[in-house]
Structure formats: C-alpha cells, structure tokens
C-alpha cells in the first residue's frame, strides 16, 4: 500500500513490473477503485510499468470537501506521474478515467504518448442528469443508486451471477462527499473541442450492453481523434475489464504492441 502526499492531497497508489518497464497508467470509473482493472493487469505482458490510483473522493485516496473540477481530478493524475516518473506513458481511462485522459492528453503530451478511452465520452450526460443523481446522493447516501447503476454497469447475464454483490457493495461503499464531487465535474465537462485536436494514437472500447456510455457515444468521441481505432466487446456493459477481462486484456495488448510498447 502506497501514499502519495501531493500537499493538498494524498492519492493512494499501486505500481506492478519492472522499474524499467514500458510505462502504462489505469484510470477507474465513477464509484470503484483501482481493482476494477485487477483481472486485466494480470492478464497483460510481462515487462510493463504499470501504476494505478484511486482518484480522489475514491478508495483509499483523501475525499476533501467537494465539489471537483474535471481540472483538478486531471491535475491529481498529471503531479502523481511526476513524482513517480511516469513519462511518455500508454494511459487508460475507463468513464470518468477517460475523460481525465483526454484532458492530461491535451494538456501534457510529454506524459502521454497514447490514449485508450474505454466506455467513456468527451461529454456525458446533461447537468440535469448529474444534478438528479447528486440529489439522489445527498438524500439517500450512494446507495439510493445502486440498483440502477448495476443495470447501466452490467449485462443480465453478469447481474445474475453470485459476482455482482461485490461490484454492488463497492458502490454503496463509495465516499458520499467524493462521489457527489465527482459527478460535479464530470457535469462541468466537455471536451469536444480538445479532444478533437489531439494528434496521438488513440484506442476506443465501448462495452454492447453499456448503459452509461453506449458504443456509439463512445466511437463519436474516438473519431474525433484522426487515425483512431475503435473495438467493441460484444456481451459486456460499462465495465468491460470486469466482465471480458480476457477479451480487454487481448485489445490493450494488440494496442500496445502496434505502439511499440512492448519489450
């Protein structure tokens, strides 16, 4: 177990590989941690760098007094790379995760040399949407949503399984304060503008049963990345590392290898 103390924030932290590994950094959704992206990491290529963290609000991260900004959640991830010397990095973001990579993307290129914005958005939702679901929060506590977010989150082949709960107690265990902070900033963002002129290689993955950002929500905001590519995993929702590990770890490996990040 690994703190990082950024001065204004500690962010809890994970680093697998070698030191001297070809650096890959995972970004996690709204409401987990980073052990959403468990099964995939060990499905990867030996001989990466990889560094996780719980952003803040989330995990074992600090949660200060809300609301966030999108720039600031970008800013948590831009100062933790530095001083872990996280450069010129593959960077995955899943959901909220993807949208702080497109904007480390466009603010820092020296960090990041490639994207993959897994079941995310330049823009999701309205700020009514997100108001509701934050007044949702704030009366009932994170788990007034949680029969709801397991249907945007899964297929109902995986809801009927004994793995659910655990996924479902993750949520309902999430920071009140963190969660309604970051549905603060994904409400405040849209990234069309930078997103368009990124000029990286980029990855799109969206899940067929994602409730919360569906495939074509998602292959718009990768096309608006020129040359990017965009894959699909058939049977699995918003979070397809849970659900298709296997598959997610076989499309990150292609992607890795046709950037030369693999040894």
Not at 36 to 60: E, F, K, Q, S, Y
Not at 72 to 80: F, H, P
Not at 216 to 221: A, P
Request: glycine content about 12%; charged content about 20%.
């Amino acid at each position: 177990m690994h703190m990082a103390d950024l001065g204004d924030i500690r962010l809890h932290y994970r680093i697998d590989g070698p030191e001297d590994g070809a650096p890959v950094v995972f970004a996690h959704a709204l409401g987990t941690d980073l052990r959403v992206w468990d099964r995939v990491v060990a499905l990867l290529p030996p001989g990466l760098r990889i560094l996780r963290h719980d952003m803040r609000g989330h995990g074992l991260s600090d949660a200060p007094g809300g609301p966030y900004s999108m720039g600031t959640l970008v800013r948590d991830s831009e100062r933790l790379m530095d001083r872990l010397g996280f450069r010129d990095a593959v960077y995955v973001g899943l959901s909220i995760g993807g949208m702080i990579a497109q904007g480390l993307a466009a603010k820092r290129l020296d960090l990041v040399r490639a994207l993959v914005l897994s079941n995310t958005a330049c823009k999701i939702g309205t700020r009514e949407i997100w108001a509701e679901r934050i007044a949702a929060v704030e009366a009932g506590g994170v788990e007034a949503l949680a029969e709801g977010t397991m249907q945007r989150w899964f297929s109902p082949r995986f809801r009927a399984t004994p793995e659910l709960a655990a996924w479902r107690h993750m949520l309902e265990r999430a920071d009140r304060g963190g969660y309604v902070g970051c549905c603060h900033a994904i409400a405040g963002t849209d990234f069309m503008t930078p997103t368009s002129g990124l000029r990286l290689a980029a990855l799109g993955i969206a899940g067929s049963e994602d409730g919360s950002t569906p495939p074509d929500l998602v292959r718009e905001t990768v096309e608006l990345i020129p040359g990017a590519q965009f894959r699909l995993i058939r049977g699995a929702g918003h979070l397809p590392c849970v659900e298709a590990p296997e598959a997610y770890a076989t499309l990150l490996t292609e992607f890795l290898t046709a950037q030369g990040h693999l040894g």
